[in-house]
């Protein structure tokens, strides 16, 4: 059975930003871009993701983050924000969390990193802080 592409969905109201995030990981990804909320739960609803990548600032992000881990099979989170937004993170359940302005090649390599190192582990959810 070949290796099938990570998921990943992408979340921002910035579609410069969106278009940019998209371009850089659709060679090693399967990308799924969106600019609201709603979408973003009917992507999550219709589909299984292995991480959403999240910019919290767009119009119902942080309740978002919850819902995301209230689901069955939740995919791991990546905030992408601003530096002063880093305290909102603390008492949510987050897995990774980079400031803005992030360059594509930075979160394709986290990416890459956080991909190798499941793929070399035994559980499915990984540390924190990755």
């Known amino acids: 059975m070949p290796d099938r592409k990570p998921k990943i969905l992408l979340l921002?109201?910035?579609r410069?930003?969106?278009e940019l995030y998209a371009r850089e990981l659709a060679g090693d990804y399967q990308v799924t871009r969106t600019d609201d909320v709603s979408d973003?739960?009917?992507q999550l609803k219709d589909q299984v993701?292995?991480?959403v990548i999240i910019e919290p600032a767009v119009a119902g992000g942080w309740q978002l983050i919850n819902e995301i881990h209230a689901?069955?099979?939740s995919p791991l989170v990546i905030l992408c924000s601003v530096d002063d937004e880093w305290k909102s993170m603390i008492d949510?359940?987050?897995d990774t969390f980079l400031v803005k302005p992030v360059l594509p090649e930075t979160l394709h390599t986290l990416l890459d990193q956080i991909f190798t190192k499941k793929s070399?582990?035994?559980f499915t959810r990984l540390e924190r802080g990755v």
Do not use: A, H, I, N
């Open 120 to 122: 070399t582990q035994s």
């Open 49 to 51: 993701f292995d991480v």
């Open 92 to 94: 949510k359940d987050v």
């Open 40 to 42: 973003t739960r009917q």
């Open 71 to 73: 689901l069955k099979k």
């Open 12 to 14: 921002d109201d910035d």
């Open 16 to 18: 410069l930003t969106l």
